[in-house]
């Protein structure tokens, strides 16, 4: 089955420090993989994004995530939390059963909350 | 901001009530979708779009209807909802390959948090 596992339901950390959220993923063939963020009462914004080449993307906000195919991991890392950004984040994986030239279906993981204290 | 809008951000109504979500996307992406997000419960993609027509109905109730009558306008109708059906709707864009540039990305909009009485 295909799916996306965010094995921790929050994450602390302290301001400063270096910050990583977890993802495993199962799919069939290459995974294209994506994480979110979402802050309170908004939608999810795009972070990051794998699909081919180096196995560590960066992306938005100072984040960086690191594919891992033998560990079917793609954690997201950065190295000096902030307290902005306390958020929820989501790790999905393109639906790899479906394809289509006109849209792809994402599989999301059920969240993580990370809190960064001052 | 992402490029993609919703209205209104928050809408109560009752039971027996006919309302509609609005989402625009400004993007030119030819891909929209709705999204529903209740608490503790992981995102659930209820409806697709590509190029205008419907392309995935993902076993949700009829009291939502969508509707998209061109690439950068979607609409979710809604009747006769249940108090559980409260929840935040997130609407997405996303390119596809249809235009020789496809992206997999999708990009959301701040969605509209709903409450059923």
Known sequence: AQSVAQPEDQVNVAEGNPLTVKCTYSVSGNPYLF??????????????????????????????????????????KKPSALVSDSALYFCAVRDSRFFSGGYNKLIFGAGTRLAVHP | ???????????????????????????????????????????????VYSLEERVENNSVPSRFSPECPN????????HTLQPEDSALYLCASSQGEVSGTETYTQYFGPGTRLTVL
């Open chain 2, 1 to 47: 901001e992402t490029g993609v809008t919703q209205t209104p951000r928050h809408l109560v109504m009752g039971m027996t009530n006919k309302k509609s979500l609005k989402c625009e996307q400004h993007l030119g992406h030819n891909a929209m979708y709705w999204y529903k997000q209740s608490a503790k419960k992981p995102l659930e993609l209820m409806f």
């Open chain 2, 71 to 78: 690439s950068s306008h979607l609409f979710l109708h809604l």
């Open chain 1, 35 to 76: 994480w979110y963020v979402q802050y309170p009462n908004r939608g999810l914004q795009f972070l990051l994004k794998y699909i081919t080449g180096d196995n560590l993307v960066k992306g938005s906000y100072g984040f960086e995530a690191e594919f891992n195919k033998s560990q079917t991991s793609f954690h997201l």
